[in-house]
């Protein structure tokens, strides 16, 4: 469904005013918040889609990387989880064995329970989670909460739909898909662990939109801009070569067609730059709106921990556009 298009559609359903409902679908963020108690907050979110690998037990991580990572994003623990399963009839049951191990092995890593779920047949197999999580009030991080002069640090590179695409084609050769999918399954658990203590106002995690369309709706959602610098995004070896032979998902179309108007791009950047930046990721990283002071001093903790971070851009006053690629 197109960015936005599911808030309209929720927009005009009835809806119960609820005062402990701290964070909804208004700004298209990562996750609901409930406030449990002046001292606690329940995080929920969803996520599940079909494969994006042949390994079924590597396709497990990576969907259950993916779901737990909306959890990070808001600031929380994830605690608990679902597992949802659509799984066709010719697809034997040591197959799904497999993906829900991998999803198993995620959830340890991370210290969430997986506590039952839901399966049901589907012509096409998809796997992901419900997952639950918990922070303390302060310790939220809304995707609408940045600030003038707050800088941008991402955590994994781009380039992830791109590469996938390329897989398919047998393009990719085994060091580059190694990192692909070593990315693609590394939980966000560690970038925000790292990131507390630090003055972070705002979070998303970069998924299916790509980097500018979910930077759209941050700058929308705090009624700001950004500039976003494309020489400083750290991109994965050969997205730039595939992108210029035109090896471009489809998910990065529909999404330069949901964000037309809303992101700008200088003359001078080359033209696979709107390509790599609407690229859809598959569980990429957590974008940080930091306050400036403290920019360096995570981004070398960041490093020091071996996780692949660059400031990207900075936050200012609103303008016509939400995001200007320089």
Not at 79 to 100: K, Q, S
Not at 193 to 215: K, M, N, P, Q
Request: hydrophobic share 45%; glycine share 10%; net charge negative.
């Amino acid at each position: 469904m197109a960015p936005g298009a599911l808030a309209q559609v929720l927009s005009g359903l009835p809806n119960t005013p609820n005062s402990k409902l701290l964070v909804g679908f208004d700004t298209s963020d990562d996750a609901c918040v409930y406030k449990v108690s002046d001292d606690l907050c329940l995080i929920n979110t969803v996520d599940f889609f079909p494969p994006m690998v042949d390994d079924p037990y590597l396709f497990g991580q990576i969907a259950a990387a993916n779901a737990l990572s909306d959890v990070y994003a808001m600031g929380g623990t994830p605690t608990l989880a679902m597992n949802l399963l659509c799984w066709p009839n010719c697809l034997g049951p040591e197959v799904a064995g497999e993906v829900l191990r991998g999803g198993a092995d995620k959830a340890i890593e991370a210290g969430v329970t997986i506590a039952g779920g839901h399966t049901i047949v589907d012509d096409e197999p998809k796997y992901g989670m419900c997952v639950t999580g918990f922070a303390k009030p302060d310790q939220i991080l809304a995707n609408s909460a940045a600030r003038p002069g707050d800088v941008l640090i991402l955590t994994k590179r781009i380039g992830a739909g791109v590469l996938n695409t390329a897989v398919k084609g047998d393009l990719v050769d085994q060091a580059d898909m190694t990192d692909l999918y070593r990315s693609m399954s590394t939980l966000n658990k560690y970038a925000a662990e790292a990131a507390r203590g630090f003055s972070v106002h705002a979070c998303t995690d970069i998924t299916g939109f790509g980097l500018v369309g979910h930077l759209c709706e941050m700058a929308e959602g705090a009624d700001l801009s950004v500039d976003l610098h494309f020489d400083q995004v750290p991109l994965m070896d050969q997205a730039v070569d595939f992108a210029r032979m035109g090896i471009i998902p489809a998910g990065t179309y529909r999404n330069k067609s949901a964000f037309d108007g809303r992101v700008t791009f200088a003359e001078d950047l080359p033209e696979e730059a709107s390509d790599l930046l609407f690229d859809p990721q598959t569980s990429g990283g957590l974008m940080f709106a930091v306050d400036p002071e403290d920019a360096q001093m995570m981004l070398d903790t960041l490093g020091a921990l071996d996780i692949p971070a660059a400031q990207v851009g900075s936050f200012g006053e609103s303008r016509d556009c939400f995001v200007r690629v320089l």
